[in-house]
């Protein structure tokens, strides 16, 4: 475990219960980790450059080496742009890392770049998408479901694109989003078909969120308390933290959230019974050895206790439904990204695949909110 995750566990452990699943939305979301080791690396190299004494220089370079989100970056890949027309559906996303100069006490975020991977193992550059923002906020980027769309902010269009990667259309959000807009973590859902975008400008804060129609251009606020999950077939899987309610609300508005007792976090897609959603209860431990089935019906919850996961797995992210009875889950630890399918029945996980350990903090995989 490194000192990064020490001293969350330590917070953790300290706060009262009506602050951790603020501290697990924040704290467990892949993006936020970045983003908390990056600035906890660059306050150190600061106050290092400052003081200039040993013992501050020795602990810039200890976080530096521990900091799990900052290995080097692949500079030296051979990746080409992604060409227009047709690609193929994709497997996943990524965010290239941030290059750390461990003798210059520096972080380089200045060459990092979206990449698409496609389910025939090739991968393009996304040149057209937007990283960062002038004010140094992230601009996520969203894939469908099945993987044939991508959708991503253009700087020159200051809107999001959706590009069909089978038949190369591309759709310009009708609905201009501002730079301004991005806040810390801003997340982003995109639906199988390619017509509606949630958009929440900034995790764990008041700030609404929108709900867009890429034909229409009809637009939808969605209440600050909520971040979005899902979007498909019309609806938008809404949590709010803490209380754990969860809200199925049509792309055109309604709907009335259910309440779950407990701090619950990483949320399913609602499963194909239309009513089940799996995620994991929040625990000081920061482990779950636990898939908890939450009926959006009757507001009752069903433990499952799982088999199979490596023992090192921490909280596990339950994500898409491959079927009526397994649901992917995908761990993230210091050996990378794993997928694995859990049997709701049996609680038994068979391994799926594995990701490339080197952008472990930053995938984006088919069908997830993502940051």
Known sequence: MTRLREALKDIAEEAPLVHLADVAVKGH?????????????ATVVVLGVATAGASMVTASRDMLRDADALAPSEMSDTVTDLPAGEVGVLSHAYQTNCIVKEKARKVDCGKVEWRVVTREGK????????VRTKKNHGTPIALSRDGRMVAYYSREAQTYVVRDL????????PVKLKEERFGLAAMLVLSDDGRHLVFDPSEGTKDPGLVIDMQSGATLWVPGVYEPVTVKNGLVELVRYVKTDLLLMPVTGGGQPVNFKGAYINFSEVAPDGRTVAAVKWSKSQKADDLSLLDMKSGQVRKVPVKGLPKEKGFFSPSLWRSASEVLVTIDNEKGHRAYAIDINTG???FLTDYKSIHKRNLVLPGTATQ
């Open 29 to 41: 979301r892949r993006r936020r980790r970045a983003t908390v080791a990056l600035a906890a690396v």
């Open 123 to 130: 991968t393009y550059r996304l040149a057209e998408a937007l």
């Open 166 to 173: 089978v038949s190369g259309a591309e759709v310009t959000s």
């Open 348 to 350: 038994r996980a068979q």
